[in-house]
């Protein structure tokens, strides 16, 4: 089991806050935490977060998995100090003068980003809200980006969620479309849906579709970035017209 601290954490999570130390009396240990994280998520890069597991990265390691209990209590732990290493690279900073739109934008697509780099974090189970530092760096510069909108502090984080859902989900739906498409013979994904529509349903009965096979918006696949940045816009359009509404008197 975890180790219960007074912040009510595990001992693993208050050390990567910097606020946990171990003892440094004796020899100086073999493992520390940062070789820990940073050997789990090798694993995963290279073979996918299904291949991590606590005495697989002890094997990485040479040591055993009893030693890495020592300082990480549980695989949850680790998946979490995993998914938190993923993003240790700061957002891209705002450049003066920068607007809430332009900020979450720069928000969305460094947080993109970063998902195209570790695929693998999306496979990992959400716990609970951020606790972990590089995570709750990122939530500040978000709610950052928010400051001049006039927006109530919950509407802030709930735009957090939102967008940070829609940025998650587009990258899920990304990843596993690719799988498809190296899984199909001629590694296309929309083509072969039309040749499949077209041969099983007809246009008395399902006139709109219809008109979108006949439009040829399924003749090739599209690229996901363009993808992204469609919906990407749309969900700022909403929250521009909710910033709009609470800056409107009355």
Not at 157 to 183: H, K, P, W
Not at 185 to 212: C, K, N, S, V, Y
């Amino acid at each position: 089991m975890s180790e219960d601290t007074e912040t009510g954490l595990p001992a693993s999570i208050e050390e990567a806050w910097g606020v946990r130390r171990r003892p440094r009396k004796g020899p100086k240990p073999g493992l520390d935490l940062e070789r820990i994280v940073a050997a789990a998520v090798g694993l995963a890069v290279r073979e996918g977060i299904e291949a991590v597991s606590m005495s697989r990265v002890a094997a990485e390691l040479g040591s055993s998995a009893m030693s890495l209990y020592r300082y990480i209590a549980a695989k949850d732990e680790l998946l979490a100090l995993m998914v938190d290493a993923a993003f240790e690279e700061p957002v891209a900073p705002a450049p003066p003068g920068e607007g809430w739109r332009a900020g979450m934008a720069r928000w969305a697509w460094t947080y993109h980003d970063a998902l195209r780099r570790h695929p693998w974090v999306l496979r990992v189970p959400i716990g609970g809200p951020p606790v972990l530092p590089n995570q709750t760096a990122w939530l500040e510069d978000g709610l950052r980006a928010l400051a001049g909108t006039g927006l109530a502090e919950g509407e802030k984080l709930s735009v957090i969620l939102l967008v940070s859902g829609y940025v998650r989900n587009e990258a899920t739906l990304a990843v596993d479309l690719a799988a498809a498409a190296a899984r199909s013979a001629d590694g296309q994904i929309m083509p072969t849906w039309r040749q499949q529509l077209t041969r099983l349903t007809g246009a008395e009965r399902f006139p709109a579709l219809h008109a979108a096979l006949a439009s040829g918006v399924f003749d090739q696949d599209d690229d996901a970035d363009d993808e992204f940045t469609f919906g990407l816009e749309r969900l700022l359009d909403g929250i521009e017209a909710l910033v709009t509404r609470r800056a409107t008197p009355g």
